[in-house]
């Protein structure tokens, strides 16, 4: 593993018009979970169909229908709390918790309050070169998603849309840890990459299938440390909870807005009522969307139509042997395997398919050679074509095939470059192209002589000049590719021309 420092969290310091003061930061992320079919039935959870298209009886809550418990969610679920070191409980029950929404056809949700799948856990966030901080991770539960109601197609009425109602989602729920917006966006980051390497969320936040829902309170210099010494929230001021995040910017920034608010109402010498938000990122401000509720004012009971669910140890046990290498012992590896530096290894391991595509390429080649032309040559083409490494018009065997063209001195960097630019518009086979288009690099060493010993008899001036400053020679250097259409080898050219002027 890396050489990690654990700081204690910095606070983000904002000073009011009276006093300085510090924000305690929690999150709730929901995270939809990877499978085809919903939680309590057989409904495909596919996005983008037409509204009501994937609904079964029981996510309509049609009279006599029961839930099933859909047995890959608990896995997914196990996978992930086994991801985040967390605990895993061997019984857990689901609880109703009732409310109504003209999207929610049941009148309640079947979700885990009491008996939660998964315990106590953690998120290593990096915040730069070499430094961690611990998030901790109180609990993941299962529950099932609501619907959509629609607004904007009739002045006068309102449509509902049940195809995500019965979705499985995971609510993370993170300790009040989080201490600033930067890191209250890069836990998100983080936890969304964890989620992507094991598989169990794929991580869209522009579809909602990860979102957060930000608890945000303030507080005194100090106070946040009596609170983690003794466990009394009453040192810390009153939260006010943001509702559906899904975007890293639009977290950081309603946190910065909500502190703000807060500050001035209990520097005015107001009450900071306890309640949930929603973000308004046209007007860049929180706005009050209801008071917030309480445990009990949900009316929890355990569901009746579903039985505790126990799972053996020897099912977790199976789970936790199929886990996938995660970000940080990847980002580890490649660092120790490849001599990377941390930084290339971050920008590598940031999604899972870059990681993997660059092992591909970097399979028993130079690593460093490997990391350097995909993060700067194919990631700054991807970027400028807005396209991802999923939709790569080069293969890892074609950029692989071009590192060995060069490896073996068959091509220049500046042919290689040319190279890259016929495979990524053109495609075809490195090698192929190399020798029908007569990219192959100069290497006879009689030729490249003839070569400059022609640029130096044309400038008998710039002669003089270089043997009176040897650094001029770089100029012959540039002559001599020039006149061999970049195909003569540098190095060659170089001591050549170094011999020649002495």
């Given at each position: 593993?890396?050489?990690?420092?654990?700081?204690?969290?910095?606070?983000?310091?904002?000073?009011?018009?009276?006093?300085?003061?510090?924000l305690?930061?929690?999150?709730?992320?929901?995270?939809?979970?990877?499978?085809?079919?919903?939680?309590?039935?057989?409904?495909?959870?596919?996005?983008?169909?037409?509204?009501?298209?994937?609904?079964?009886?029981?996510?309509?809550?049609?009279?006599g229908?029961?839930?099933?418990?859909?047995?890959?969610?608990?896995?997914?679920a196990?996978?992930?709390?086994?991801?985040?070191?967390?605990?895993?409980?061997?019984f857990?029950?689901?609880?109703?918790?009732?409310?109504?929404?003209?999207?929610?056809?049941?009148?309640?949700?079947?979700?885990?309050?009491?008996?939660?799948?998964?315990?106590?856990?953690?998120?290593i966030?990096?915040?730069?070169?070499?430094?961690?901080?611990?998030?901790?991770?109180?609990?993941?539960?299962?529950?099932?998603?609501?619907?959509?109601?629609?607004?904007?197609?009739?002045?006068?009425?309102?449509?509902?849309?049940?195809?995500?109602?019965?979705?499985?989602?995971?609510?993370?729920?993170?300790?009040?840890?989080?201490?600033?917006?930067?890191?209250?966006?890069?836990?998100?980051?983080?936890?969304?990459?964890?989620?992507?390497?094991?598989?169990?969320?794929?991580?869209n936040?522009q579809?909602?299938?990860?979102?957060?829902?930000?608890?945000?309170?303030?507080?005194?210099?100090?106070?946040?440390?009596?609170?983690?010494?003794?466990?009394?929230?009453?040192?810390l001021?009153?939260?006010?909870?943001i509702?559906?995040?899904n975007?890293?910017?639009?977290?950081?920034a309603?946190?910065?807005?909500?502190?703000r608010?807060?500050?001035?109402?209990?520097?005015?010498?107001g009450?900071?009522?306890?309640?949930?938000?929603?973000?308004?990122?046209?007007?860049?401000?929180?706005?009050?969307?209801?008071?917030?509720e309480?445990?009990?004012?949900?009316?929890?009971?355990?569901c009746?139509?579903?039985?505790?669910?126990?799972i053996?140890?020897?099912?977790?046990?199976?789970?936790?042997?199929?886990?996938?290498?995660?970000?940080?012992?990847?980002?580890?590896?490649?660092?120790?395997?490849?001599?990377?530096?941390?930084?290339?290894?971050?920008?590598?391991?940031?999604?899972?398919?870059?990681?993997?595509?660059?092992?591909?390429?970097?399979?028993?080649?130079?690593?460093?050679?490997?990391?350097?032309?995909?993060?700067?040559?194919?990631?700054?083409?991807?970027?400028?074509?807005?396209?991802?490494?999923?939709?790569?018009?080069?293969?890892?065997?074609?950029l692989?095939?071009?590192?060995?063209?060069?490896a073996?001195?068959?091509?220049?960097?500046?042919?290689?470059?040319?190279?890259?630019?016929?495979?990524?518009?053109?495609?075809?086979?490195?090698?192929?192209?190399v020798?029908?288009?007569?990219?192959?690099?100069?290497?006879?060493?009689?030729a490249?002589e003839?070569?400059?010993?022609?640029?130096?008899a044309?400038?008998?001036?710039?002669?003089e000049?270089?043997?009176?400053?040897?650094?001029?020679?770089?100029?012959?250097?540039?002559?001599?590719?020039?006149?061999?259409?970049g195909?003569?080898?540098?190095?060659a050219?170089?001591?050549?021309?170094?011999?020649k002027?002495?």
């Amino acid at each position: 593993m890396l050489d990690l420092t654990f700081e204690p969290p910095k606070p983000k310091v904002i000073s009011g018009a009276k006093a300085e003061w510090e924000l305690v930061i929690g999150l709730e992320v929901h995270a939809q979970v990877a499978s085809n079919s919903k939680l309590f039935s057989g409904a495909s959870t596919g996005f983008g169909a037409e509204p009501n298209s994937h609904v079964a009886f029981v996510d309509a809550a049609m009279p006599g229908m029961l839930p099933v418990i859909n047995e890959f969610c608990v896995a997914q679920a196990v996978r992930t709390g086994l991801g985040l070191k967390a605990e895993i409980n061997l019984f857990s029950a689901f609880d109703r918790k009732n409310y109504f929404y003209p999207d929610l056809p049941q009148g309640y949700q079947i979700s885990q309050l009491y008996h939660p799948i998964v315990g106590e856990g953690e998120v290593i966030v990096d915040m730069g070169p070499g430094i961690a901080r611990r998030v901790r991770i109180e609990r993941i539960h299962l529950e099932q998603d609501a619907g959509k109601s629609i607004h904007d197609m009739d002045p006068n009425m309102s449509f509902v849309d049940l195809n995500r109602t019965g979705v499985a989602l995971m609510e993370i729920v993170s300790r009040p840890d989080i201490r600033g917006p930067e890191e209250a966006a890069a836990y998100v980051g983080k936890l969304r990459q964890i989620l992507r390497y094991l598989g169990t969320c794929d991580g869209n936040m522009q579809n909602g299938n990860l979102r957060a829902d930000v608890n945000v309170s303030i507080c005194q210099p100090g106070a946040y440390e009596k609170f983690r010494e003794t466990g009394d929230p009453s040192f810390l001021g009153t939260r006010c909870e943001i509702k559906n995040m899904n975007s890293m910017r639009f977290i950081q920034a309603a946190i910065e807005y909500e502190a703000r608010r807060q500050i001035a109402i209990v520097e005015d010498g107001g009450t900071v009522d306890q309640e949930t938000r929603l973000y308004d990122p046209d007007k860049g401000e929180t706005r009050s969307m209801r008071s917030k509720e309480e445990a009990h004012d949900y009316r929890y009971f355990p569901c009746p139509d579903l039985l505790p669910l126990e799972i053996e140890q020897a099912w977790v046990d199976e789970i936790a042997a199929s886990l996938p290498e995660l970000p940080d012992a990847k980002k580890a590896r490649f660092v120790t395997e490849f001599g990377l530096t941390e930084y290339d290894a971050s920008v590598l391991t940031a999604e899972v398919e870059s990681a993997a595509y660059f092992e591909a390429v970097a399979q028993g080649r130079d690593g460093k050679a490997a990391a350097n032309w995909v993060i700067n040559e194919l990631f700054g083409r991807l970027k400028k074509d807005d396209r991802d490494i999923t939709d790569s018009p080069v293969s890892p065997a074609q950029l692989g095939g071009i590192l060995d063209l060069i490896a073996a001195g068959d091509i220049s960097g500046k042919i290689a470059k040319d190279l890259f630019e016929i495979v990524y518009t053109e495609g075809g086979d490195p090698a192929e192209i190399v020798a029908a288009r007569g990219m192959k690099q100069v290497t006879d060493l009689g030729a490249i002589e003839k070569a400059v010993d022609e640029i130096i008899a044309a400038n008998p001036a710039q002669v003089e000049k270089a043997k009176a400053n040897p650094k001029l020679a770089g100029w012959f250097v540039g002559q001599v590719l020039k006149a061999t259409g970049g195909k003569a080898n540098p190095q060659a050219v170089n001591e050549i021309v170094a011999r020649k002027l002495g």
